[in-house]
């Protein structure tokens, strides 16, 4: 089946910094969704996003479903050691039934 | 707060028996889902059920079959399991619509022998 691309695969970065990562399709997609996965555990929703543009926060974590719908990134700001886990970004095709999963950036955050 | 709920977090099964790997939800949603989880792979579609009885094969729907008696249960079932079964399951849940918020459960760690 079809699979999105994400990038970047894995990042380490410092505590405090910021993380920027993101997700493409040749597809377009009514729903993107962003999940965080830790190790051993099934992923958790994070942010859904419905609408071409549309910028949701979820505290630290903010998300943008991009304007194309063929594309969406998540951002977290001030990254704390709980943020290390698996990131990876899901899409609804326009035909409302099919998910498509991308294959996640794993997150190192060094104290 | 939607709850998907995987009865086993972690099995160990040998070679040739049959597993069966529940889930229920409590959101009285429509859709559920099985998947399989393996590094490098992501996750795969083993198969999916839009209502009670009703079910669609996946991606990789081989050696395995599912089962939707009651809406908030859906079940996946190794007839006869095999080394290459050894996996993450994630079982998932959403409403049938346009918002596609998808839940998952827990996983369900398999080891075949």
């Known amino acids: 089946g079809q699979q999105l691309n994400q990038s970047p695969q894995s990042m380490f970065i410092q505590e405090g910094e910021d993380v920027s990562m993101n997700c493409t399709s040749s597809s377009i997609f009514n729903t993107w969704l962003w999940y965080k996965q830790d190790p051993g555990e099934g992923p958790v929703l994070l942010i859904a996003l419905y609408k071409a543009g549309e910028l949701t926060s979820n505290g630290r974590l903010t998300a943008q479903f991009g304007i194309t719908r063929k594309d969406s990134f998540l951002n977290i700001s001030a990254s704390i050691p709980s943020d290390v886990g698996i990131y990876f970004c899901a899409g609804l095709d326009s035909y409302g039934q099919n998910f498509v999963f991308g294959p996640g950036t794993r997150l190192s955050v060094l104290p | 707060d939607v709850k998907v709920t995987q009865s086993s977090r972690y099995l160990v099964k040998r070679t040739g028996e049959k597993v069966f790997l529940e889930c229920v939800q409590d959101m009285d949603h429509e859709n559920m889902f099985w998947y399989r989880q393996d590094p490098g792979l992501g996750l795969r579609l083993i198969y999916f059920?839009?209502?009670?009885?009703?079910?669609e094969k996946g991606d990789i729907p081989e050696g395995y079959s599912v089962s939707r008696e009651k809406k908030e249960r859906f079940s996946l079932i190794l007839e006869s399991a095999s080394t290459n079964q050894t996996s993450m399951y994630l079982c998932?849940?959403?409403?049938?619509?346009?918002?596609?918020?998808?839940?998952f459960g827990e996983g369900s760690r398999l080891t075949v022998l």
């Open positions: 998932a849940s959403t409403w049938l619509g346009v918002t596609g918020e998808l839940f």
């Open positions: 059920s839009y209502d009670v009885k009703m079910k």
